[in-house]
Each structure stands twice: as C-alpha cells, then as structure tokens.
C-alpha cells in the first residue's frame, strides 16, 4: 500500500460511481487472477510473488468455505480483479450496487491501525423487500439526490462494518453498500484497502 502508485478515481474522466460530493478517492494499479486468460483487462497478474498472492489465496478459501455468499469458482465466477484504494479525509462512497458482471466484491482493510472516530465505515442496507426498479446508484442519483431518494427514505438498520486493519468482507451480489466519510478526526491517516470484484464468466 505505501509503495504503490496511486491516481484520482476522476484522473481519466468523471466516474459516477461516485457523486458530487464524494470527495476525490485513490486507486492503485490492479491486479487480475485469471486462471484461464478470460479477461483481457489492463493491470498485473497472478502470481505477483507478492503479498498479494496470499491475499489471493485467502479470498479464494473463504469463497470456497462459504459458496452462498459471491457464488463457486469456474461456475459464478471466473476471475477476480482487485486494486488498492485509498479514501483521505473528506472522501466516501455512496450507495451502490456490484451486480451484473460481478457475482460479488470484497474488502480488505490494510490500514496499520483505525480509530472508531475516523469514519470510512462501511455501511451494508438490507435487501429490497418490494418491487425495484434497478440498482441503488442506477439512473441518475449521482446528478440528482431525489432520483434515489426514495430506495433508502424509510430504512431503519443497516450493518456497520468498522474499517478494522485485517478484516476481509465478501459481499453478494446486488447488496447496496456504502462508504461513509472519512472524518476529519483521522487527520493525516488514510483508510487503505485492497478492494475487488468477483468476474462472472464470459
């Protein structure tokens, strides 16, 4: 994380993922695990004869150990892609879903050290329980607040998932999740992870 080369998530053209006030994320150079050369996507790839590697490893055994949550390898998913992120003071993501290509995401904070008050938590809403009409972020929520608006007035509860050094979060797919705002209380401290996505087979 503190050696790589890192880019504003906005460096090549305005990336909706995020909205206005989201702040200005880091991304670095990513890295794919494609066993079968199914991806032609720009960036390393596995094995790095990194730390990267057990990273790796480590994702692809709790997949296996718990196949209800981003589905099994060579059957939901195909490859991995993943890159390390960056979120300074001020920074956050709002809420958003990983589905369609992606048969799932995961999170692993590799930050030395967090602080309750420093934000960055990581927010998990609960499942649509109607009808939806697309994914949390869809359309144009990140032009317009009202246009979402509606898909979280009346949530109650959410998971709150602290950013704790070490900790590995898998997500399923379509699960609207978020960033809240790193605090200003972090000063100087950044919210680092190494974030990816499950690649469902072409």
């Known amino acids: 994380m503190a050696t790589g080369e ?9 990336d909706k993922a995020w909205r ?70 001020g920074s956050a993501l709002s809420a958003h879903c990983d589905g369609g290509k992606y048969s799932g995401s995961f999170t692993f904070f590799a930050h030395p050290r967090w602080h309750m008050n420093w934000g960055g938590e990581l927010l998990i809403l609960p499942p649509p329980t109607g009808p939806t009409t697309g994914s949390t972020g869809a359309g144009i929520p990140w032009l317009s607040e009202d246009a ?35 605090d200003q209380n972090a000063g100087a401290h950044v919210r680092a992870s190494i974030a990816g996505f499950f690649l469902r087979p072409v």
């Open 148 to 182: 979402g608006a509606g898909a979280t007035s009346d949530l109650g509860v959410a998971t709150c998932v602290f950013p704790r050094p070490n900790r590995l979060v898998v997500l399923g797919p379509e699960r609207a999740h978020m960033i809240r705002r790193v």
């Open 20 to 89: 206005l006030w989201d702040g200005n994320p880091f991304r670095g150079h990513p890295v794919y695990y494609d066993p079968h050369g199914a991806f032609d996507g720009v960036g390393g790839r596995y094995p790095t004869n990194s730390s990267v590697d057990v990273l790796i490893e480590t994702i692809r055994a709790v997949t296996q150990q718990f196949p209800t949550l981003a589905g099994a390898e060579g059957i939901d998913w195909a490859a991995i892609f993943l890159a390390p992120w960056i979120y300074p003071v």
């Open 6 to 14: 890192y880019h504003s998530v906005h460096a090549q053209r305005w």
